[in-house]
């Protein structure tokens, strides 16, 4: 098509897309209190010395917009969440006509996969908030109490569920590029050690200072790196068994046949050129 086809077939598309969105907000604004106990159910849960005396699991705000901000933030968050098949199928809509057969069934496998893998590492992230909370509390002084903003404590628990479920995707786009053929596994093995140090340093950027949090997630990080890695190796393997000139550069020889050909074959071969007129 086209650039300008290609231009409105992508406004079409996006306009789906955020119909969807629109949408699914609505459900997020008619279910806002349901899921705003699910998001605050790990603070809840902390011993009371750990929240604001008399208060529960209160959290307050400083200004008379934060209310109206944080529940904006979850009717997009829930709207993104309940609508993502929608809206994910119309970015493969546009991008599918691009792709061949082959790269068209990796997509069907892998997209499945990456959405186990996303929630997978978002669940992981809620399940250890509340012994991540803990242990942070456990530094105030016996007079202090943690007064959090809802908008504090609602960024909190989209950074760390979002940063979470993007990790454990990571390791699924190194197996993709080695099956296109553009990370090799000897690649992978150079820079493995690089690799577990940028994990661990990734793992205490985006995680708080403390180490339930970090360890949560380099851990899990280094275990899919590490199956990643075997996939990746395998997988070369696989083809090089298959075909002899894999692993060769351009500017290396494949190994010749040189085994010398049978004296009769050579007689057969002269007698029919004799024939031709």
């Not at 829930?78 to 057969?101: E, V």
């Not at 990790?167 to 099956?179: A, Q, R, T």
């Not at 820079?191 to 990734?202: S, V």
Request: charged fraction near 20%.
């Amino acid at each position: 098509m086209p650039l300008m086809e290609h231009l409105r077939e992508l406004r079409n598309r996006l306009t789906k897309a955020a119909i969807a969105l629109v949408l699914g907000a609505v459900v997020g604004f008619v279910f806002y209190d349901q899921i705003w106990d699910f998001l605050t159910e790990p603070y809840c849960s902390l011993p009371d010395s750990q929240v604001v005396e008399g208060g529960g699991c209160s959290l307050i705000v400083t200004g008379p917009f934060d209310a109206f901000f944080v529940a904006f933030k979850i009717w997009l968050f829930a709207g993104a969440l309940i609508t993502a098949p929608l809206w994910l199928y119309q970015l493969w809509a546009f991008a599918a006509p691009a792709l061949h057969g082959r790269e068209k069934k990796y997509a069907y496998i892998f997209a499945p996969l990456a959405g186990i893998l996303f929630v997978s590492g978002a669940v992981l992230a809620y399940t250890i908030t509340a012994l991540a909370l803990q242990m942070l509390f456990g530094f105030l002084p016996e007079d202090a109490d943690p007064y959090l903003t809802l908008g504090e404590y609602l960024d909190y628990m989209l950074i760390m569920m979002g940063m979470f479920g993007i990790g454990f995707v990571m390791p699924l786009l190194i197996i993709l590029l080695n099956i296109v053929g553009i990370l090799p596994h000897e690649a992978i093995a150079k820079w493995r050690r690089a690799i577990i140090f940028g994990a661990f340093l990734a793992a205490a950027v985006i995680t708080p200072a403390e180490p339930i949090s970090m360890l949560a997630l380099a851990i899990p990080l280094i275990v899919l790196f590490e199956l990643a890695e075997l996939f990746c190796f395998l997988n070369d393997r696989r083809h090089k068994r298959n075909d002899p000139t894999s692993g060769l550069g351009d500017d290396e020889i494949s190994e010749l046949d040189e085994t010398p050909s049978e004296l009769d074959e050579l007689e057969e071969v002269d007698g029919r050129e004799d024939k031709r007129p």
